[in-house]
């Protein structure tokens, strides 16, 4: 078979009536007939003519939609990359549990989203109409931020550590230092709440810092989630 090295590859993008080519561990496959690959964008993020052996990885669907297109070629290694050691209990977990593989992150990520976002809503609620249950349930949805966070944290370094490979980009240098800030926030109001229950009651300096500290919770989850979202949808740039 025809050996392609990164430059040979990268011309074949599908621009100009070229053939759509993509790598993937090694194999190059023509998927010139796959409407998905049609101007040789997919999705709106994979580029042709690259090889995508990591970026499948996070994808929704496995390799095995690769076999449906002829392999044309193989990709010509310049030297030999070190196989990438998984820990043995890491190696178990992924093998016998699949769902390991295939993005735990998005899913428990919604769960802190609407917990962070509840908190600052409910302590306004109680500010407008003076109902104290308001005020006690921003502090329940609070607590499930805290801990709903933390594992939606644990499955995003996994996340990134597995399908990504720990690549550092633009969404991940934003989301993890802000993803902290914002745990950290959380713990100092959930405790300062626990130590003071009338914290929210009458107006005082403690009040008021602790209410802009609650309400700074909307934009730092809503930044969080709005990169974290670009790396599943990106947006199209004009």
């Not at 998927?31 to 049609?38: E, I, L, N």
């Not at 990591?54 to 310049?78: C, F, M, N, S, W």
Request: glycine share 8%; proline share 6%.
């Amino acid at each position: 078979m025809q050996e392609f090295d990164p430059q040979t590859l990268a011309e074949h993008n599908g621009q100009d009536g070229k053939k759509i080519l993509i790598a993937h561990e090694g194999k190059v496959y023509d998927v010139s007939g796959s409407k998905m690959w049609k101007g040789g964008l997919h999705m709106r993020r994979h580029n042709a003519g690259t090889d995508l052996t990591t970026d499948i990885q996070a994808a929704p669907h496995g390799t095995e939609v690769l076999e449906r297109y002829p392999q044309v070629g193989v990709v010509k290694k310049e030297e030999e990359v070190a196989e990438r050691k998984i820990p043995r209990i890491v190696a178990w977990l992924l093998e016998t549990n699949p769902f390991f593989r295939r993005h735990p992150h998005p899913m428990t990520v919604h769960f802190p989203i609407v917990f962070f976002l509840a908190n600052p809503f409910f302590n306004v609620l109680y500010i407008i109409t003076g109902n104290k249950s308001f005020e006690t349930t921003a502090f329940h949805c609070l607590a499930g931020g805290i801990l709903f966070g933390a594992i939606a944290m644990a499955t995003g370094f996994f996340t990134w550590w597995y399908n990504y490979m720990a690549r550092m980009m633009k969404p991940i240098a934003i989301k993890i230092p802000l993803s902290l800030a914002l745990l950290v926030v959380a713990v100092i109001l959930f405790f300062w709440r626990l130590n003071d229950p009338e914290i929210m009651d009458g107006v005082q300096s403690g009040s008021l810092i602790y209410l802009l500290l609650s309400l700074a919770l909307f934009p730092m989850v809503s930044i969080v989630g709005w990169f974290g979202a670009t790396m599943t949808f990106p947006v199209e740039k004009k």
